[in-house]
């Protein structure tokens, strides 16, 4: 299989398309996606810094990918 950044645009698509029928064919299979769990601990929030500098790597991991391409 090809890398998404070598495909054609029909070619996306299509793999696109397969991959939401083949989501679709599991749930069919295995009944509904998983639910909430109640045991599980609520997500505690992040804090502003944490979330400040998660952005700025996130930016510049893009950036630098973005480069490469």
């Not at 793999?15 to 083949?22: D, G, P, T, V, W």
Request: proline content about 10%.
């Amino acid at each position: 299989m090809q890398t998404p950044a070598g495909m054609s645009q029909e070619e996306r698509e299509r793999f696109r398309q397969e991959l939401n029928s083949a989501r679709r064919d599991v749930y069919r299979e295995q009944g509904r996606p998983p639910e909430f769990d109640p045991r599980r601990l609520p997500q505690r929030p992040m804090p502003a810094e944490e979330r400040e500098r998660l952005r700025r790597d996130i930016l510049d991991a893009n950036r630098d990918f973005e480069r490469r391409r």
